[in-house]
């Protein structure tokens, strides 16, 4: 069975810092790996996803995430945060066995504040 | 292009009383599925259709829910009756193939009293 553990349910950096949310996995094989992001009152909006090739993925809105097999992390940065970028976010994986998009497993969420 | 919509984005029913929730995919898309959250913890799968098939209803909690998607086109979700723990949120999903990107619908709040 696959799992994705988010470290810390709720981030705070100040406007125009670093971003880092960090995610890890479990999972017998690689799987696919996902971030999700969900602004108040919409939906989950994917903003990147690593399937193969490069292990650094650049997503949309200057996020981007390093898939480190030896470490099952998939961590989510963005070098200069922006008070647009308060939401939640969501790391999420998927089975490569399925074709990869079917039953997507998330973690928990973490907030992230981001203060003026 | 319209996205996923859900219907209702919130409701409150007492223990024991029956809801429906609905959902519509993007227009074309095949596949179709649902997601729950509760309060706190983390977005668990329920289940997938395929046009009007279901693939996957292995996250499905017990029988009191029912999922149907008729036609292959929108899907409802029908909790009957409702329990205390069934609150959360109820996402949708929908994405052309089965290896395409999921997107995702508002959810819909629910609250049992």
């Known amino acids: 069975a696959q799992s994705v553990t988010q470290l810390g349910s709720h981030v705070s950096v100040s406007e125009g810092a670093l971003v880092l949310l960090r995610c890890n996995y479990s999972s017998s094989v690689p799987p696919y790996l996902f971030w999700y992001v969900q602004y108040p009152n919409q939906g989950l909006q994917l903003l990147l996803k690593?399937?193969?090739?490069?292990?650094l993925v650049k997503g949309i809105n200057g996020f981007e995430a390093e898939f480190k097999k030896s470490e099952t992390s998939f961590h989510l940065t963005k070098p200069s945060a922006h008070m647009s970028d308060a939401a939640e976010y969501f790391c999420?994986?998927?089975?490569?066995?399925?074709?990869?998009?079917?039953?997507?497993?998330f973690g928990t969420g973490t907030k992230l504040q981001v203060i003026p | 292009e319209a996205g996923v919509t859900q219907f209702p984005s919130h409701s409150v029913i007492e223990k024991g009383q029956t809801v429906t929730l609905r959902c519509d995919p993007i227009?074309?898309?095949?596949?179709l599925y649902w997601y729950r959250r509760v309060m706190g913890k983390e977005i668990k799968f329920l289940l997938h259709f395929v046009k009007e098939s279901k693939q996957d209803e292995s996250g499905m909690p017990n029988n009191r829910f029912l999922a149907e998607r008729t036609g292959g086109t929108y899907s409802t979700l029908k909790v009957q009756p409702a329990e205390l723990e069934d609150s959360g949120v109820y996402f949708c999903a929908s994405s052309q193939g089965s290896r395409e990107t999921q997107y995702f619908g508002p959810g819909t709040r629910l609250l049992v009293l």
């Open positions: 999420a994986v998927s089975p490569t066995s399925s074709g990869g998009y079917q039953k997507v497993t």
């Open positions: 690593y399937t193969t090739g490069a292990t």
């Open positions: 227009s074309g898309h095949d596949n």
